[in-house]
Nanobody
């Protein structure tokens, strides 16, 4: 069983940047897709970004494409989400995701979740 711990959330003004980190323990993430989802108050958890095991291919929600970048360092068992040009609508709890199998865009493909980190963007 993998445990995921996120960090890096906080309060930032619109147009600012944050970098989220997710470090896994309990097993290696080397062979698994990893990703990020987010959940705003009153809304369903939604896909944000995902990355293949080797890091060569990435996937993004249309709403963050061009502003967010997902990356990973397998030697550190860590995944990152660099968020630039943040908007108030990016405000949410961000969750790290360890995929089992299936589409990266679907919650049911996720085998383990982190506890989440709050990102708040003020206007």
């Amino acid at each position: 069983q993998v445990q995921l711990g996120e960090s890096g959330g906080g309060l930032v003004q619109a147009g600012g940047s944050l970098r989220l980190s997710c470090t896994a323990s309990g097993r290696t993430i080397t062979n698994n897709y990893m990703g990020w989802f987010r959940q705003a108050p009153g809304k369903e958890r939604e896909f944000v970004a995902a990355i293949t095991p080797g890091g060569g291919t990435t996937f993004y929600a249309d709403s963050v494409k061009g502003r967010f970048t997902i990356s990973r360092v397998n030697a550190k068992n860590t995944v990152y989400l660099q968020m630039n040009s943040l908007k108030p609508e990016d405000t949410a709890i961000y969750y790290c995701a360890f995929y089992n199998r299936g589409s990266v865009y679907e919650r049911k493909s996720v085998g383990s979740w982190g506890q989440g980190t709050q990102v708040t963007v003020s206007s």
